[in-house]
């Protein structure tokens, strides 16, 4: 299946962010893709609570949901919309940072909410409290394509394996890590984590990331790292976007996930222990 991955600078306008994704899913399919992939936050990557509080919606009003179902179905992709920033339910106050996997008949196949949230101080000047946003999710999701099985998952997810060995063994073939990493972290850590989980697992690693200096109409600009990555079930590097935004396009084949699968089985020999 040719697969799209969109590298984006989300700005903190979600109309404007969503002109730019359906402009580059129309370069996708015309390109011949049939499934595209976005990045974390691709409807507003914002450091202010209350600017966000502000231009969210809950799912049932997100017009980036309600127009990318749109553009999927008129160009009949399979679309995973790596994550959008929507408010929660009552009585929960804070957002959620949910993926979408949208049918090529505009229907939402599955979601996910991230579970790992990145309360981190990745140096002396910057700080990361997403939990004081966002709600964290509390279930694995895999979803069935016609192209394989899907293990979804989100940015700082990439760092807690088990994640990943629990979706690989309920059936995963492809795993998405839609990001908004950190430069500074990015570059220490980014490419090793993908292929480590590639390695593990013998799935293929699917990461559309957020780049660049994101604008802001309110508060502070936030920098991402870029270089959305697709990795092979053996561990190989196949693509890197570098740090400009645009389109990565690559033939997804699965036949190499039972061929990593089969050099190196390790999926199949979990073993118990007693702890240390
Ligand atoms: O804040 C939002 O609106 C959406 N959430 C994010 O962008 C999150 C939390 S700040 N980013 C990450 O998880 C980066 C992880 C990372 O950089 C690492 O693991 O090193």
């Known amino acids: 299946m040719r697969t799209a991955l969109l590298q984006l600078t989300s700005s903190d306008d979600p109309a404007q962010n969503l002109g730019l994704v359906r402009g580059l899913l129309h370069e996708a399919a015309a390109a011949g893709a049939g499934f595209a992939l976005t ?19 809950n799912e049932a009003q997100d017009e980036t949901l309600s127009g990318l179902r749109d553009t999927a179905a008129k160009l009949g992709i399979w679309l995973l919309i790596g994550s959008l920033a929507v408010k929660s339910d ?6 959620a940072n949910r993926s979408f996997l949208i049918a090529p008949d505009g229907e939402i196949r599955a979601r996910y909410d991230k579970i790992h949230m990145f309360d981190v101080d990745v140096s002396e000047t910057e700080s990361y409290r997403e939990s004081s946003g966002y709600a964290p999710g509390t279930r694995a999701v895999v979803a069935q394509t016609p192209f394989g099985t899907l293990g979804l998952s989100i940015c700082y997810d990439i760092r807690f394996p088990h994640l990943y060995r629990a979706l690989a063994q309920a059936g995963a073939q492809i795993l998405t890590v839609p990001s908004a990493f950190s430069p500074v972290t990015g570059a220490a850590h980014w490419e090793s984590l993908l292929r480590a989980r590639a390695i593990e697992t013998g799935a293929w690693v ?63 020999h979990t073993r118990s222990f007693e702890s240390p």
């Open 39 to 57: 990045p974390e936050v691709t409807n507003c990557v914002s450091m202010s609570r209350p600017h966000q509080a502000q231009v969210l919606r």
């Open 206 to 268: 699917l990461a559309p990331a957020q780049t660049g200096t994101h604008p802001a109409s309110t508060g502070k600009c936030r920098s991402t790292y870029g270089h959305s990555m697709v990795i092979s079930p053996w561990g190989e590097v196949i693509a890197d976007a570098g740090t400009e935004p645009g389109l990565t396009l690559v033939d997804l084949d699965l036949n190499a996930v039972s061929k990593a699968r089969a050099r190196i089985p390790s999926l199949t």
């Open 90 to 95: 009552p009585p929960e106050d804070r957002f």
